[in-house]
């Protein structure tokens, strides 16, 4: 099991907004980075730090922390974003990273 | 443009010991930390460790054991082994550059570089 918590599915309509939440403990004390993962293909990274896009995600991608919980949003859900997404951050520990189980969207 | 490359054998003998290096161009492989992850078919993703610069080294106390990781600065390329492998072992490994930083003095780590992976297969 992950110390980093996901729900396993999720589903949002085409053009409507969608947020994905990681809970855990480490959340408290460091940010979580976010993958979008399709299928056959290697995790590619959407937000990182406090609400940071690498260059080529689009801007309907922002995330957002509070608490032990980070988000992602996707704000106008397109057809592309139906993948498996997974948060990551430091274990409450401190000693290692740690993944969480990934939310698998459907965009309808 | 900085691309990973992962390279290895696909099959692996159980009790036996996986070794796997990933190619660096592009990219000073003393500048940065690096990481190996793995994932079984149809799961997720699982941290192995990470590697840098000085050959420190951070591993997921649940492969503590049995992995080790290394730089190989003079070939570009870093490395990573596990020892007694079994069935479940059995995942697409990817290597993937780590990048720290700060804000507001909250620290924060990710993963801004994969490579494709490479599938490893524990099986007599």
């Known amino acids: 099991s992950s110390e980093l918590t996901q729900d396993p599915t999720m589903s949002v309509a085409l053009g409507q907004t969608v947020r994905i939440t990681c809970q855990g403990d480490?959340?408290?004390?460091?940010?979580a980075s976010w993958y979008q993962q399709k299928p056959g293909q290697a995790p590619v990274l959407v937000i990182y730090?406090?609400?940071n896009r690498p260059s080529g995600i689009p801007d309907r991608f922002s995330g957002s922390r509070s608490g032990d919980a980070a988000s992602l949003t996707i704000t106008g859900a397109q057809a592309e974003d139906e993948a498996e997404y997974y948060c990551?951050?430091?274990?409450?520990?401190?000693?290692?990273?740690?993944f969480g189980g990934g939310t698998k969207l459907t965009v309808l | 443009q900085v691309q990973l490359q992962e390279s290895g054998p696909g099959l692996v003998k159980p009790s036996e010991t996986l070794s796997l290096t990933c190619n660096v161009s592009?990219?000073?492989?003393?500048?940065?930390?690096w990481s190996w992850i793995r994932q079984p078919a149809g799961k997720g993703l699982e941290w192995i460790g990470r590697?840098?610069?000085?050959?420190?080294?951070n591993y997921n106390p649940s492969l503590k054991n049995r992995v080790t990781m290394s730089l190989d600065t003079s070939q570009t390329q870093f490395s990573m082994s596990l020892t007694s492998v079994t069935a479940a072992d059995t995942a697409i490994y990817y290597c993937?550059?780590?990048?720290?930083?700060?804000?507001?003095?909250?620290?924060?780590?990710?993963?801004?570089?994969w490579g494709r992976g490479t599938l490893v297969t524990v099986s007599s």
């Open positions: 993937a550059r780590v990048i720290s930083s700060y804000y507001l003095g909250m620290p924060f780590w990710y993963f801004d570089l």
């Open positions: 592009g990219a000073s492989i003393t500048n940065s930390y």
């Open positions: 590697i840098y610069l000085g050959g420190n080294t």
């Open positions: 480490g959340l408290r004390n460091y940010f």
């Open positions: 730090g406090k609400d």
């Open positions: 990551n951050s430091r274990h409450s520990s401190g000693s290692h990273l740690v």
